[in-house]
């Protein structure tokens, strides 16, 4: 069983930043393709980035809607993976999960594993 959890969410301000992190203690996320996901009220579960895995030279893919304002990282001996958001919108406002799998794709069918989702709020 891969458990992983994000962490991070919270209420901002519309123009702020918030920092998720992706977090697995069964396997090591270097090996495994990440891939951030939202899904907002009354929407569909949108794949807004991915990272390849550590011997995919750190290739990055982002949804329009988030590019120039959100980056996907590993940091090197951390078992994490961050979502650096900038520039928060209220429609960024969505339940944020990560999974990992063998691709670093935006199509969440591609996924093995998810975690629960961590809630984030942009709200004056």
């Known amino acids: 069983q891969v458990n992983l959890v994000e962490s991070g969410g919270g209420l901002v301000q519309p123009g702020g930043s918030l920092t998720l992190s992706c977090t697995a203690s069964?396997?090591?996320?270097?090996?495994?393709?990440i891939g951030w996901f939202r899904q907002g009220p009354g929407k569909e579960r949108e794949g807004i980035s991915c990272?390849?895995?550590?011997?995919?030279?750190?290739?990055?893919d982002y949804a329009h809607s988030v590019k120039g304002r959100f980056t996907i990282s590993r940091v090197k001996g951390e078992n994490t993976v961050y979502l650096d958001m900038n520039s928060l919108k209220p429609e960024d406002t969505a339940v944020y999960y990560c999974?990992?799998?063998?691709?670093?794709?935006?199509?969440?069918?591609?996924?093995?594993?998810w975690g629960r989702g961590t809630q984030v709020t942009v709200a004056s």
């Open positions: 999974a990992v799998g063998p691709l670093p794709v935006r199509q969440e069918s591609l996924y093995d594993y």
């Open positions: 069964e396997i090591l996320l270097e090996d495994y393709a």
């Open positions: 990272i390849s895995d550590s011997n995919g030279n750190g290739r990055t």
